[in-house]
């Protein structure tokens, strides 16, 4: 799969804003004096220590109904039954045992021993049953259609943006991932780096008003191509040259600007990354373990660019199986915990282990019955969080009823979301120093639901 490229998948109308936005230097400074002020205030103090967030986003939809399985007797006999040719065999589960229970146990898919361990001891949390909602539902209200539901349920774009910005009743503008960065960029010292890192391309929870997001290669800074050889170094310090010069046209200075900024954020970025002192943590081969071990070394060099805050945006994608789902499924759940493993030892080797938090997103959950050798879109899901700062070793908010037609299904096995993407953003963003009085700013509709607080952080 090739990397997304930064320039040419960006819109044309986003383009134009971004230059506007650049060149209007009035506008924008008093914007941002409104963000600082209220970053200034967003933690009660929370800014003097190192904080970053990473989203790891699994596009396509994971089947979490084989992430996490009913391990009781009678349990499993009802997920097997139901689950017919993607029930996993039960000797091939790896129990957990959750410090808080619902009556139930649990064991996780086979390829997650690296989860187990870090589940056992207390670095991994597990969330239940999220999913996008627009305010609190439950079955007879999906029915009836009584209550308002996140437009076209079952899409994986519409479903990927909703994710993304926790905003499913209005049109998309900004990710909570930007505004989060937007209201807490005061945190930081005069960077001289974007605090929003994409390693995985442009993507919507990283879209703010103040703060960019960056897009990094998995394997370094992102360069102008033909630029990577002797003649490519005198193109690249003609373009300098040109772009230094001023312009009267309003386009072309945004134009200059932007791209002059770009390629002196990528030469010293990538500086810094070649002087970095390398890890001894091995990453596993593979797009999400490069991905990984990327960010390791970002937060490595993060105070030599006077960061104290960093949101973190990866990507696999391979999660929409409608056939072939055992076997692929496997291999990428295995890619995630292995990654995950790895990247929660390069914290323990930086020391920063208790200032990182990793957590899981995707478009939506899968159906609990098969359509032969696969599932189809879903809609609740369960994820999954990592880091010293964390509650782990238990599974937070409810599990759904794992029957076909019953009380938390919409038909199919497509659960309603018992906990919302809202408040599962509201606990991490309360973590990385957002107050509850300013955690509308990140969350609009946050009030809408009854727990802005989950408890699976510190």
């Not at 229970?101 to 207390?122: K, V």
């Amino acid at each position: 799969m090739n990397t997304p490229n930064p320039i040419t998948d960006l819109g044309r109308r986003q383009f134009l804003r971004s230059c506007c936005a650049a060149v209007g230097s009035t506008g924008l400074l008093s914007a941002m004096s409104q963000l600082r002020l209220m970053g200034a205030v967003a933690g009660d103090g929370a800014g003097d220590d190192y904080k970053a967030l990473v989203c790891l986003f699994l596009q396509g939809g994971n089947d979490a109904n084989n992430m996490i399985v009913p391990y009781d007797t009678t349990g499993y006999a009802e997920y097997a039954a139901a689950r017919t040719s993607l029930s996993l065999p039960r000797d091939m589960l790896l129990p957990i045992t959750p410090l808080s229970t619902d009556g139930r146990s649990y064991g996780l898919h086979g390829a997650m021993a690296p989860i187990q361990s870090l589940f056992a001891s207390g670095q991994v949390a597990m969330l239940a049953n999220v999913g996008t909602l627009v305010v609190p539902t439950n079955r007879s209200q999906y029915e009836a259609r009584s209550v308002p539901l996140p437009p076209q349920l079952f899409s994986h774009n519409n479903q990927q943006v909703q994710w993304q910005s926790s905003v499913g009743d209005e049109s998309f503008t900004t990710g909570w991932g930007g505004r989060l960065a937007d209201l807490t960029n005061a945190f930081n010292e005069n960077p001289s780096l974007s605090m929003s890192i994409s390693l995985d391309g442009q993507n919507s929870f990283q879209v703010g008003k103040a703060v960019s997001q960056f897009s990094v290669n998995r394997t370094g800074v992102v360069n102008m191509s033909g630029t990577n050889n002797a003649v490519g170094e005198v193109r690249l310090e003609a373009l300098k040259s040109v772009l230094a010069q001023e312009d009267v046209n309003l386009f072309q200075t945004a134009f200059g600007g932007l791209t002059k900024d770009a390629i002196d954020t990528s030469a010293l970025l990538g500086s810094t990354l070649e002087a970095a002192t390398p890890l001894t943590t091995e990453f596993p081969e593979g797009r999400l373990g490069d991905q990984l071990s990327m960010i390791a070394k970002l937060i490595s060099v993060a105070p030599q660019f006077g960061l104290k805050r960093q949101v973190f945006f990866a990507r696999l994608g391979g999660w929409d199986m409608h056939n072939n789902q055992i076997d692929a499924h496997a291999t990428l759940l295995a890619d995630i915990a292995n990654g995950m493993k790895s990247f929660y030892d390069a914290t323990v080797e930086l020391g920063c282990q208790n200032n990182v938090t990793t957590f899981t997103a995707s478009d939506f959950g899968r159906t609990f019955n098969t359509n032969g050798d696969g599932s189809d879109h879903g809609w609740g899901s369960h994820h999954m969080v990592m880091g010293g700062a964390v509650r782990g070793g238990d599974i937070y908010g409810t599990v759904p009823t794992l029957e076909i037609n019953g009380p938390d299904d919409t038909g199919r096995g497509r659960w309603i979301p018992t906990t919302s993407v809202d408040e599962y953003a509201a606990t991490l963003a309360k973590w990385f120093g957002v107050s509850d009085s300013n955690l509308p700013i990140v969350l609009p509709n946050i009030g809408r639901f009854a727990q802005p607080d989950l408890g699976f952080m510190l």
